[in-house]
């Protein structure tokens, strides 16, 4: 995120870090020099503009409704502490930023949701999504540098035929593949894709959207890609279709098959925008569907893009 | 071929290896013992009861006619080349085993339809399918022994920060996902993607089968995964499924959720069955469809297996 908000020039004058009494007083690197570490408190937090919480839901809980409380400080959380309550609006700024009008606490969404969405809203706009169905092909960055770690030292020691014990995913991820990120809900889903359901629909603000996924862990790095299918109200083509993506914020078409050229994480990583391509006519809703092809950086887009691009939103908005 | 006649005590009375003139009087390490490879032809090939062919499609284009022009030699072609001929048979035992009366000439099926087809079929017949929307997750092993070697190579050389070139598959593999398999066709779906519709449709004799796929290369070395979202003619709980898959010939139902008990690479590997799990209400297909994830091993039931089942299957028919 400091990264971020340094590559974007965000105007602020400056920079607090603040986390547990543990880590107060070290030093860190940062895009804007060596930074000092302080202790949080609600009482410091609230004599900034904007707090970027990158801390667990609990810790969210408890302290981003006292920070707001002073009914000036803006809190962007990245955490799904606040995601679902009716209050507390998700937003990706390029869709809903108005939803966070008059608001203190805005929630930053899920990383795979967000990079779908960006693909998807504009088509949304134009010809009426009915449903979606996702598949999720999700970087193991996606659970933390640890399961970045996790990866890359497992598979150094798979590939001597050794095995690196697994701690980080629920088996080894190492040429693996594991359909299972988060907990499992009653419904047999996993929680992470019921964030994508829930959450897209409350991104676009529509509860009758039909929405399914699987989520997928692979061995990957960075950058996560998803396999979409569309249903639509209205009918639709590729060419139409890519006629709005080659316009719309935050997404950049890839797709020139003759070329070897379509989203892959390899290209997506580092990237501001989500690159979406495969489209091509549906075989199962014809006329009124697609099949597409995702991939975004998880890191960027599904947070900390997301998140600065918020501050940005809100800062226009306020008194000057 | 040779390990699964072997592991399956196929009743062969000889083991004839043939091969090009270049191949012909090398010598090769077989589970039956060392054995010479003879120089191709097509009166040495229809001097045997069964010609299991492991060729190019333009070489069994030209031979597997001639051969089987004996009247009696059964040619099981692992190609492409007659997949989709109206009076070939294309055959998964276990689903369309009938097909095959009274013919010599039997196409083996893609790997990713077998795999997803064990799954599908128990299902067709008890809940009849409308919809299939598959997304794969395909090993380098499908693109062959080279495929892996690229893998396995340019992982090692990707964790020294090095760069492997690629020559296999269209883009880097490792760490990568790239969603694209065999050629473009016109319609903007790969040839990989169309031989899972048509080969699907074939095998289960129902053109009206709508069906879709996303097919992704992804940095696993063997046994592909497919997520599988279906929507169903007649009602379908998944506990109704999980009942009619845990009989299904084929098919190992791997899903217990609470023990992180569902497919993957890792166990489906080496492995005959076809496992299915993460078996839940489809979200978008309601009360009519389900989610569900398969692996299973592409050079088992993909290719080796199902080969081997086929020339069972022939053989129990066989004048004695």
């Known amino acids: ?37 302080e202790a949080f408190s609600v009482e410091r937090a609230q004599s900034c503009d904007f707090v970027l919480m990158a ?3 609990s ?20 955490s799904s502490a606040f995601r679902y ?15 966070m009008d008059g608001k203190l606490l805005i929630a930053n969404p899920n990383c795979t949701t ?4 960006m693909a998807l809203w504009p088509l949304h706009q134009h010809f009426k999504l009915k449903k979606i169905i996702v598949s999720t092909y999700q970087a193991a960055s996606g659970a933390g540098a640890q399961g970045m770690t996790e990866l890359e030292e497992g598979t150094r020691q798979a590939l001597e035929g050794k095995v690196f014990p697994n701690e980080v995913f629920a088996h080894p991820l190492p040429f693996n593949v594991i359909p299972h990120i988060d907990s499992f809900q009653s419904n047999g889903y996993t929680k992470e894709e019921m964030k994508v359901v829930w959450e897209t629909q409350k991104i676009f603000g529509d509860k009758s959207l039909a929405c399914s996924c699987t989520a997928v ?3 990957t790095k960075r950058a996560h890609s998803e396999a979409i299918t569309i249903e639509t109200e ?16 935050g997404v950049q078409v890839v797709d020139n098959p003759a070329e070897k050229s379509y989203p892959m994480p390899l290209t997506a990583t580092k990237k501001y925008d989500v690159e979406v391509g495969r489209i091509r006519r549906s075989l199962v809703f014809q006329p009124c569907g697609l099949d597409l092809f ?12 997301n998140a600065v691009l918020i501050a940005e939103a809100k800062l226009l908005k306020m008194p000057r």
């Open 59 to 78: 810790f969210s809980t408890e302290f981003s409704p006292q920070i707001t409380g002073n009914g000036k400080t803006v809190v962007i959380d990245n």
């Open 85 to 99: 309550h009716e209050d507390v609006p998700l937003v990706v700024p390029e869709i809903n930023e108005s939803a």
């Open 1 to 37: 995120m400091i990264e971020v908000l340094h590559a974007r020039q965000f105007p602020l004058t400056e920079l607090v870090l603040l986390a547990s009494e543990r880590s107060a007083g070290k030093s860190m690197a940062t895009a804007y020099g060596e930074k000092q570490v």
């Open 55 to 57: 801390v667990s839901g």
């Open 217 to 219: 862990r692979i061995p």
């Open 114 to 117: 967000a990079i779908a969405a």
């Open 294 to 305: 995702v991939s975004g950086d998880q890191l960027l887009r599904g947070a900390a893009l």
């Open 234 to 249: 209205k009918e639709v083509s590729p060419e139409a279709a890519m006629e709005v993506l080659s316009t719309a914020p």
